[in-house]
């Protein structure tokens, strides 16, 4: 079993900053994926960024050059690195993690683990 914990949510206004933390344990193994993903409320979860075991990263475009994906050499923490957040970036932050062997994906259904989340509130 692979144990998941974010860490890092808040309030901040828009144009601001926030990192989030996403640190897995327990039978994780540092070839696995790790992605972040969100939910605001009244709708569907989407991905957001992911990392694969090479460093390669992918982004949903409306982040992308705004947030950074990130990890430690041991590869069992990953950062969110957020910047220039806007409202429609409210919602609660999931990290999972990807067991399979392979390239990232920002798609929720390769992913077997996930934290409880961190909430994210954007004000205007």
């Known amino acids: 079993q692979v144990h998941v914990v974010e860490s890092g949510g808040g309030s901040v206004q828009a144009g601001g900053s926030l990192r989030l933390s996403c640190a897995a344990s327990g039978s994780y193994r540092n070839d696995y994926s790790m992605g972040w993903f969100r939910q605001a409320p009244g709708k569907e979860r989407e991905g957001v960024a992911c990392i694969a075991k090479d460093g390669q990263t992918r982004y949903q475009p409306s982040v992308e050059g705004r947030f950074t994906i990130s990890q430690d050499n041991d590869r069992r923490t990953v950062y969110l690195q957020m910047n220039r957040l806007n409202p429609e970036d409210t919602g609660m932050y999931y990290c999972?993690?990807?067991?399979?062997?392979?390239?990232?994906?920002?798609?929720?259904?390769?992913?077997?683990?996930w934290g409880q989340g961190t909430q994210v509130t954007v004000s205007s």
């Open positions: 999972a993690v990807d067991d399979s062997d392979g390239i990232c994906s920002i798609k929720s259904r390769y992913y077997n683990y």
